[in-house]
C-alpha cells in the first residue's frame, strides 16, 4: 500500500510540473501518445518556467532522496544538457530535523550506554541535517569538543522503496521511449545505489577519514579530524569538532589575511596529489564539505569534513589520465584517441582516426583562450562526450574524477579567477612519472610480482636452452610435420611471446619521455620477434 501511494505522489508531482510533455518530445508508440494527449491536466494544468528548472522543483518536492539523484545526475553532463546540469548542480541536500530525543534514542542504541554517559555535553539542537544523516555538537568526558552524525531513521526503508519505483519508470521509459535508452538510466540507478547505501555506513566513513588523514599526516595542506573509534559504528560517527571559515565566505578570508590567491593554489595541489600520489580522493568537494583554518593566514590550510564519498584509480588509470592531459596541452590529439582505445575505455575495434578528428573539432577552439582561462573539468567533460558518441561505456571512477575536478576548480576560480591550474598541476604530474620509473618504483612492483615470478624460475633455464635451441635450428625434423608443432616449437613460442610482452611492459614503465629503458626494451623485443620468426617459419 505504502508503494501504492508513493507511485500516486511521484504521478501527481510528474503532473503538477508537466514532466509528461518531455515525452512528448521523442517517438512514442502511438496508444502512448494517444493517452498523453487525453490526458484532463492537459487543460486544467499550466505550464510554468523552462524544463531545467522544472525538473529540479520536481526533484525537491519528491523528497530527499530523489534530490540526492538530481545532485549525481548533475555530475553526468556527459548525459544532460548544460542548462540541466547547472539547475541540477544547484540542488541542496537539505531537510528538517527529526526530533532531537529520537536523535539521543537512537545513539544509546548504537552505544549501548546513555548520552550522559558518552558525553559530558550534547546540544539538542542540530548543527546539520541532511537527507541521510544529521550531526549534533558535543563535548567528551575528556573535554574535547566532537560532532555527532546519526543515521536518520527509517532511511534505509526509504530509500530502497523510491529506488524500486525508480527503477520501474526507468524500465517503462526504456520500453516506450527508445530514443533514451541511450541514457543507460538503468546503470545510473545502480551507480546512485551504491553511492546511497554506502553513505548509510558511518564506519566505512569513518575509515575514509581515518585514511585521508594519514595521507595527509606530514603536510599542511589540508587538515582531516580525528576519529574516535570506540564511540562509532555504522550507524553513529563521533569526530572531532572543527572551528573553520567558510570556503566560499570570500570577506571572512580576506578579513582574516588568507591569501586567496594561494589558497586556490592549494587547492589544486590537494586534488591532483590526492589523485596521483595517493590514488584515494575525497569526491564531495562542494563547499559545505570544505572550510578554511583561521589560526595560520600565513600558511593556508583546507579542512575538510564528510568522507562518504571517495574515489579511487587503478594505477592504469592514473597512468592513462595523467598522459591524456599532457597530450592534450601538447594538442597531441593521435595520442589522446590512442589512450582511449589502449585503456579499454573505446571498443578495440574504434577507427582511432575518426575519434582524433574528433577530438581535434572538440579541443581547438579551447586552446583560443588563455591558458590560465582554460578548464581542466571542461577539458574532461568534452573528452568524454565525444567518447561517448564512439560508445564509451560510463567509468563511475572518472564521473567521481569529473564531479571533484568541477567543484575544486570552481572553488579555485571563485577564490582567484586567474588560477591558471595548468602551472599548478604540471609539476605534480611531472613527479608523478619520475616516480613511476625510479628505480625504487621498479623494485617494488618486481617484489610485488615476485611470487607468481618465483613459481615460475625453476622451469626457465630448460625454457631458455630450448628456445636458443629453435632458434639456431630453426628446420623441423623430417617426421615433424610443419603444420603439427613439437613441444619444443611450442616452448620457444612462448618464450618468444615473453620476451615480447616483457619488452612492451618496459617500454609502458618508460612511460613516453624516459630513455634509460628503452635499449633494454627494443633489445629484448628483438630477440622475442627473432624467437617467433623462427618458429613460424619452421
Known amino acids: 500500500m505504502k508503494a501504492i501511494l508513493r507511485g500516486l505522489s511521484i504521478l501527481r508531482v510528474i503532473i503538477r510540473y508537466r514532466l509528461d510533455l518531455l515525452l512528448l518530445g521523442y517517438a512514442l508508440p502511438l496508444p502512448v501518445r494517444l493517452i498523453l494527449w487525453c490526458m484532463p491536466w492537459r487543460l486544467l494544468v499550466r505550464v510554468r518556467g523552462p524544463v531545467s528548472q522544472r525538473i529540479r ?3 525537491i518536492d519528491l523528497g530527499p532522496v530523489f534530490v540526492k539523484f538530481g545532485q549525481l545526475l548533475s555530475t553526468r553532463r556527459d548525459m544532460l544538457d548544460d542548462d540541466l546540469a547547472e539547475q541540477l548542480a544547484t540542488l541542496l ?11 539521543k534514542r537512537l545513539i544509546e542504541q548504537a552505544l549501548k550506554q546513555s548520552v550522559t554517559q558518552a558525553f559530558a555535553e550534547f546540544d539538542d539542537v542540530p548543527l546539520a541535517s541532511a537527507s541521510v544523516a544529521q550531526v549534533h555538537s558535543a563535548r567528551l568526558m575528556t573535554g574535547e569538543s566532537v560532532v555527532v552524525k546519526i543515521i536518520r531513521p527509517g532511511i534505509k526503508l526509504t530509500i530502497e522503496r523510491d529506488l524500486r519505483l525508480m527503477r520501474l519508470l526507468a524500465k517503462w521509459i526504456n520500453a516506450t521511449v527508445p530514443d533514451l535508452r541511450r541514457l543507460r538510466l538503468q546503470g545510473v540507478i545502480d551507480e546512485y545505489e551504491k553511492t546511497i547505501l554506502d553513505e548509510l555506513d558511518l564506519q566505512r566513513e569513518a575509515g575514509n577519514a581515518s585514511q585521508l588523514r594519514r595521507n595527509f599526516d606530514n603536510s599542511n595542506l589540508l587538515y582531516i579530524p580525528k576519529i574516535y573509534w570506540d564511540l562509532s559504528n555504522p550507524s553513529v560517527l563521533v569526530q572531532e569538532r572543527i572551528f573553520g571559515l567558510h570556503v566560499n565566505d570570500i570577506e571572512a578570508i580576506e578579513n582574516a589575511g588568507i591569501s586567496r590567491q594561494e589558497l586556490a593554489k592549494r587547492g589544486v595541489e590537494i586534488f591532483f596529489t590526492q589523485v596521483f600520489r595517493d590514488s584515494f580522493f575525497h569526491a564531495d568537494m562542494h563547499p559545505g564539505n570544505i572550510f578554511v583554518n583561521p589560526t595560520i593566514p600565513h600558511d593556508p590550510q583546507y579542512m575538510a569534513v564528510d568522507f562518504g564519498i571517495v574515489g579511487s584509480l587503478t594505477q592504469e588509470d592514473q597512468a592513462y589520465l595523467a598522459r591524456i592531459l599532457l597530450a592534450f596541452f601538447n594538442r597531441d590529439y593521435r595520442q589522446i584517441a590512442q589512450l582511449h582505445v589502449d585503456c579499454g575505455w573505446l571498443p578495440a575495434d574504434t577507427k582511432v582516426h575518426e575519434f582524433e578528428a574528433a577530438i581535434r573539432g572538440v579541443s581547438e577552439p579551447i586552446f583560443s583562450k588563455p591558458l590560465a582561462e582554460i578548464s581542466f573539468a571542461q577539458v574532461l567533460l568534452g573528452l568524454f562526450q565525444t567518447a561517448r558518441r564512439f560508445n564509451m561505456q560510463v567509468q563511475p571512477q572518472l564521473v567521481l574524477l569529473q564531479k571533484t575536478m568541477l567543484n575544486i576548480e570552481g572553488l579555485g576560480r571563485q577564490l582567484y579567477p586567474q588560477l591558471n591550474l595548468w602551472e599548478t598541476a604540471q609539476p605534480i604530474l611531472e613527479q608523478w612519472f619520475k616516480r613511476q620509473v625510479s628505480p625504487k618504483q621498479v623494485y617494488l612492483q618486481l617484489k610485488q610480482e615476485w611470487p607468481d615470478l618465483a613459481q615460475q624460475l625453476p622451469h626457465l633455464p630448460g625454457l631458455i636452452h630450448d628456445a636458443l635451441q629453435q632458434t639456431s635450428n630453426p628446420l623441423p625434423p623430417p617426421h615433424v610435420s610443419k603444420n603439427v608443432p613439437n613441444g619444443k616449437g611450442h616452448w620457444s613460442g612462448l618464450i618468444g611471446l615473453v620476451l615480447v610482452i616483457g619488452a612492451a611492459v618496459l617500454q609502458r614503465i618508460a612511460l613516453s619521455d624516459q ?24
Not at 541536500?93 to 536523535?103: R, Y
Not at 627494443?522 to 624467437?531: N, P, S
Request: proline fraction near 8%; charged fraction near 15%; hydrophobic fraction near 55%.
Open 515 to 538: 630513455v634509460w629503458v628503452a635499449p633494454a626494451s627494443v633489445l629484448l623485443g628483438l630477440v622475442g620477434i627473432l624467437v617467433l620468426w623462427n618458429r613460424g617459419n619452421r
Open 93 to 103: 541536500d537539505k531537510v528538517p530535523p527529526f526530533d532531537s530525543q529520537e536523535s
Open 57 to 59: 522543483l520536481a526533484l
